[in-house]
């Protein structure tokens, strides 16, 4: 029997029918990290410190690479605001690590009104969803709000527990967003 493990993904584990293979674990994701919240990325107390040891402007950098809510606990991307203090240039370092071809796919089909949900995020509004319909996979969708939910696990989005609510998290993603849409030609 295994004692302790740790394993790691984007996405939360899947379970199969009502007697998974797996199960009786404790999961931590970004929609419910719990006592993880603060170590899913660096929190503002250390970007500050990052920031003055780089000789970096901490607003510029809180604008660019904060805005993930996680359990209430403020977190920005460790990539981008590493790139960013080694490389002295604010730029989307973590959405170049992938083509925007994994954002656009998933907004593409308006099947469900995701685009509409998308317009309102690009216009700095913020949207109610219900996580707990996701079915833990990247195909499997249902609803608007599957889709979101699969955003947020990605990191395109950041989510806040206690309201609900979804949002673009920081200038880093919306450029993301904004690139996408042009590209797919919404106006």
Same mark, same amino acid.
């Given at each position: 029997?295994?004692?302790?493990?740790?394993?790691?993904?984007?996405?939360?584990?899947?379970?199969?029918? +009502?007697?998974?293979?797996?199960?009786? *674990?404790?999961?931590?994701?970004?929609?419910?990290?719990?006592?993880?919240?603060?170590?899913?990325?660096?929190?503002?107390?250390?970007?500050?410190?990052?920031?003055?040891?780089?000789?970096?402007? *901490?607003?510029?950098?809180?604008?660019?690479?904060?805005?993930?809510?996680?359990?209430?606990?403020?977190?920005?991307?460790?990539?981008?605001?590493?790139? %960013?203090?080694?490389?002295?240039?604010?730029?989307?370092?973590?959405?170049?690590?992938?083509?925007?071809? %994994?954002?656009?796919?998933?907004?593409?089909?308006?099947?469900?009104?995701?685009?509409?949900?998308?317009?309102?995020?690009?216009?700095?509004?913020?949207?109610?969803?219900?996580?707990?319909? *996701?079915?833990?996979?990247?195909?499997?969708?249902?609803?608007?709000?599957?889709?979101?939910?699969?955003? /947020?696990?990605?990191?395109?989005?950041?989510? #806040?527990?206690? +309201?609900?609510?979804?949002?673009?998290? #920081?200038?880093?993603?919306?450029?993301?967003?904004?690139?996408? /849409?042009? /590209?797919?030609?919404?106006?």
């Amino acid at each position: 029997y295994i004692q302790l493990a740790y394993l790691t993904g984007i996405l939360p584990i899947k379970k199969e029918k +009502t007697q998974s293979a797996l199960n009786n *674990f404790d999961e931590f994701t970004m929609v419910s990290p719990s006592i993880l919240a603060r170590y899913i990325g660096f929190t503002e107390a250390e970007v500050q410190k990052l920031s003055d040891k780089y000789h970096q402007d *901490f607003d510029k950098v809180k604008k660019w690479y904060d805005g993930y809510c996680v359990d209430g606990v403020s977190i920005y991307n460790p990539k981008s605001v590493v790139e %960013a203090m080694l490389r002295g240039k604010f730029s989307n370092y973590w959405t170049q690590t992938e083509t925007y071809e %994994a954002l656009k796919i998933y907004i593409q089909s308006n099947e469900f009104g995701v685009q509409d949900v998308i317009l309102k995020l690009l216009a700095g509004e913020k949207e109610k969803i219900d996580t707990t319909t *996701f079915s833990n996979d990247m195909v499997t969708f249902a609803t608007k709000d599957d889709v979101l939910t699969l955003l /947020v696990h990605l990191g395109y989005l950041t989510y #806040n527990a206690e +309201t609900k609510e979804i949002w673009i998290p #920081n200038d880093e993603v919306m450029e993301q967003f904004i690139s996408t /849409v042009k /590209v797919m030609g919404w106006g």
